[in-house]
């Protein structure tokens, strides 16, 4: 059991989330930096798929009724234990009424708590994780408060030996200017050739209105071209008949504000999406906050199926400095 002493700001059970259920209007939810998500359960000896928290700026406070191991990966926001600082990303052995808690935000925004055998909660549609706008899913559809008491599961493996150090290479920074790789599409037609060259050019700056939902970008208008209103859409330039929303596809409502939309958002809508987020760069939106800048890059599929495979190597690394490290080698 795990006593929730203080929730943090928005600290959430999720996986690797709800998939299969897109086309029914059910967004995925789940970790919004999977890297950080999988190699979390990877030192404590889960599953990749086990359930962890994911804490946004502030972390909880934790307090474990039971011995086990944790880990905490993803941004800088730097976790104790018995308000004795310790490192991310190594696994770390508690006794039974030790106290997990966080420091201010350092870098980053988001991090991963694993604990061995994941967190126990009901499986909704597939997944663990939380969807708090529909209220289902994680612990009780909603994110952790003072007194919550969490169940853990039965540790699949041992987990990996608190010796273990992860290579430079294998854990990221995050600084506050992103480059963010994207492919054009699906309605990138709609644009003017001038706003599509604008769009890259810009260094767009995160607002406040970024959460799991989306990310609202602040910057300069851009054009659309001019057209017949078609049948069933709206009358706003921007708009289009209704269509499906590529998770981490980006609408310009009014050519005004570019809002990306991410694991929490709705599936689709009467707004023309330029362009989309590359699926190993949506890890990177997990950890990006308000204020920061984002630059985004063009790329095509082949180079965003090659970016993919470099990550996949990047936790077969982990995988195999964590079997190296466990037998001694």
């Known amino acids: 059991m795990i006593n929730v002493k203080e929730p943090g700001l928005m600290t959430t ?15 995925p939810s789940g970790a919004m930096d999977k890297y ?48 004795e600082p310790f490192g991310l990303w190594k696994p770390v052995h508690v006794e039974k009424g030790d106290v ?27 997944s663990r994780s939380t969807y708090t706008l529909c209220g289902i899913g994680g612990f009780e559809g909603r994110a952790l408060q003072k007194g919550d008491v969490l169940k853990t599961g039965e540790a ?74 078609p049948f069933g859409a709206g009358s706003d330039p921007s708009n289009v008949t209704d269509l499906g929303y590529p998770i981490g596809s980006i609408q310009i409502p009014a050519g005004i504000e570019p809002i990306a939309l991410l694991n929490d958002a709705v599936t689709g809508g009467g707004y023309a999406t330029i362009a989309t987020i590359i699926s190993i760069d949506l890890f990177k939106m997990g950890q990006i906050k308000s204020n920061d800048k984002v630059k985004f890059i063009e790329v095509s599929l082949d180079e965003a199926i090659e970016a993919r ?3 996949n190597a990047k936790l077969d690394q982990v995988k195999e400095t964590i079997k190296t490290v466990s037998i001694g080698g």
């Open 13 to 27: 059970v999720q996986d690797n989330g709800r998939n299969g259920y897109y086309s029914f209007g059910m967004p």
């Open 36 to 83: 950080s998500f999988i190699v979390a359960n990877l030192l404590v000896g889960n599953d990749e798929n086990a359930a962890v928290l994911e804490a946004t700026y502030l972390g909880p406070t934790l307090e474990f009724d039971c011995e086990t191991t944790i880990a905490v990966t993803g941004g800088e926001i730097p976790p104790k234990l018995n308000g």
């Open 100 to 126: 997990l808690s966080f420091d201010f935000v350092k870098s980053g925004t988001r991090v991963y708590i694993a604990v061995a055998g994941g967190i126990d909660v009901p499986i909704k549609m597939g």
């Open 156 to 229: 699949s493996n041992p987990p990996a030996s608190t010796e273990i150090t992860l290579s430079e290479e294998l854990i990221p920074k995050y600084g506050n200017r992103h480059e963010i790789r994207v492919i054009m599409g699906l309605c990138s037609y709609r644009l003017t050739e001038e706003s599509k060259k604008k769009f890259f050019d810009i260094e767009w700056t995160v607002t406040p209105d970024a959460n799991r939902v989306g990310y609202r970008f602040k910057g300069e208008p851009l054009e659309f071209v001019e057209r017949e209103q």
């Open 309 to 311: 495979k470099e990550l």
